[in-house]
């Protein structure tokens, strides 16, 4: 990561988040390696998975399946880069052919834990990034973890829980999202298991219990048809070329048809229509390709 090139954006700045603008204390600087400031990461909408580091397989498997749901929805998931939870919501969200972001508690030159570098890596390479409050060179501190949760939940129009344990920073981060007045969501488990007495003591507090991704797209309000509206505005170039001849045709277009009408190269032909099948932009059918 070192060779790579750390930008930043400051409190006051155009691109500064809005969402985080509203937080108390907000970072008056993000370091940022990756799209962080491209609409395709600023525009839709935001959702914090967080957890224990020390997670059930049960509970990563839920993160990812959930992260993968979300980012095909053209949701941007958010997390902590840490061991668990946090590894498994971004592993979803790359899974499911999205984009994440990872908020870090140290310098962007120093990745931690180490074990996620070539994760890291993922992040950007797909289009994501990985941000931090703090410059190069600084070593991940205890107190710094909780400083970064505000950052993963002020970035988030809603925070989901994840096992966490009584003293699980995940708790830190729930309360953040609560005084941010974003929504707190809660995975419940067994009533017994320690990874589930932090999370239940949030539903017993006010945090909405969740049985389904389809509980948060209720709550939030979610229309998914404007969404995916939104979504196709954002298209261009050989994205929006594309999309344009596939829904001007108005009936399904096999990818040879596609490939002569655009002219485009098929290798990239195909990598888009993977791209927008994935977004839930084109559906494809036994004859080709329609829009969804």
Same mark, same amino acid.
């Given at each position: 990561?070192?060779?790579?090139?750390?930008? &930043?954006?400051?409190? %006051?700045?155009?691109?500064?988040?809005?969402?985080?603008?509203?937080?108390?204390?907000?970072?008056?600087?993000?370091?940022?390696?990756?799209?962080? @400031?491209?609409?395709?990461?600023?525009?839709?909408?935001?959702?914090? $998975?967080?957890? #224990? &580091?020390?997670?059930?397989?049960?509970?990563?498997?839920? /993160?990812? *399946?959930?992260?993968?749901?979300?980012?095909?929805?053209?949701?941007?998931?958010?997390? %902590?880069?840490?061991?668990?939870?946090? #590894?498994?919501?971004?592993?979803?969200?790359?899974?499911?052919?999205?984009?994440?972001?990872?908020?870090?508690?140290?310098? @962007?030159?120093?990745?931690?834990?180490?074990?996620?570098?070539?994760?890291?890596?993922?992040?950007?390479? #797909?289009?994501?990034?990985?941000?931090?409050?703090?410059?190069?060179?600084?070593?991940?501190?205890?107190?710094?973890?909780?400083?970064?949760?505000? $950052?993963? +939940?002020?970035? +988030?129009?809603?925070? $989901?829980?994840?096992? /966490?344990?009584?003293?699980?920073?995940?708790?830190? #981060?729930? &309360?953040?999202?609560?005084?941010?007045?974003?929504?707190?969501?809660?995975?419940?488990?067994?009533?017994?298991?320690?990874?589930?007495?932090?999370?239940?003591?949030?539903?017993?507090?006010?945090?909405?219990?969740?049985?389904?991704?389809?509980?948060?797209?209720?709550?939030?309000?979610?229309?998914?048809?404007?969404?995916?509206?939104?979504?196709?505005?954002?298209?261009?170039?050989? *994205?929006?070329?594309?999309?344009?001849?596939?829904?001007?045709?108005?009936? +399904?277009?096999?990818?040879?048809?596609?490939?002569?009408?655009?002219?485009?190269?098929?290798?990239?032909?195909?990598?888009?229509?993977?791209?927008?099948?994935? &977004?839930?932009?084109?559906?494809?059918?036994?004859?080709?390709?329609?829009?969804?």
């Amino acid at each position: 990561m070192n060779t790579l090139k750390i930008n &930043r954006v400051s409190l %006051g700045e155009v691109g500064y988040p809005t969402l985080l603008k509203e937080v108390p204390n907000p970072p008056k600087e993000i370091f940022y390696l990756g799209n962080f @400031l491209d609409k395709s990461l600023v525009k839709p909408p935001k959702i914090a $998975i967080v957890g #224990t &580091r020390k997670a059930t397989a049960y509970g990563r498997a839920v /993160a990812k *399946e959930m992260a993968q749901k979300f980012v095909k929805k053209g949701i941007v998931v958010v997390s %902590g880069l840490a061991m668990g939870i946090d #590894t498994a919501a971004h592993e979803g969200a790359l899974l499911g052919g999205g984009k994440t972001i990872a908020v870090l508690a140290c310098g @962007l030159d120093l990745i931690y834990p180490r074990q996620n570098e070539n994760l890291a890596k993922m992040i950007i390479e #797909t289009g994501g990034a990985i941000i931090s409050e703090y410059p190069a060179g600084t070593l991940a501190m205890k107190h710094q973890f909780l400083e970064r949760n505000r $950052i993963v +939940s002020g970035l +988030s129009i809603a925070t $989901i829980v994840v096992e /966490a344990p009584n003293e699980s920073g995940a708790l830190v #981060t729930a &309360r953040l999202a609560a005084e941010q007045g974003r929504e707190v969501f809660v995975v419940p488990g067994p009533m017994n298991h320690s990874n589930y007495l932090g999370s239940h003591k949030l539903v017993r507090d006010g945090a909405c219990l969740m049985s389904s991704i389809e509980d948060v797209f209720e709550d939030l309000g979610f229309d998914f048809e404007t969404e995916k509206s939104k979504i196709q505005n954002d298209l261009v170039g050989e *994205e929006k070329i594309i999309f344009e001849m596939v829904k001007q045709a108005g009936l +399904s277009v096999g990818i040879d048809k596609i490939i002569e009408i655009t002219k485009l190269e098929p290798q990239k032909v195909n990598q888009i229509i993977a791209l927008l099948v994935i &977004r839930d932009i084109l559906e494809e059918t036994s004859q080709g390709y329609i829009i969804k």
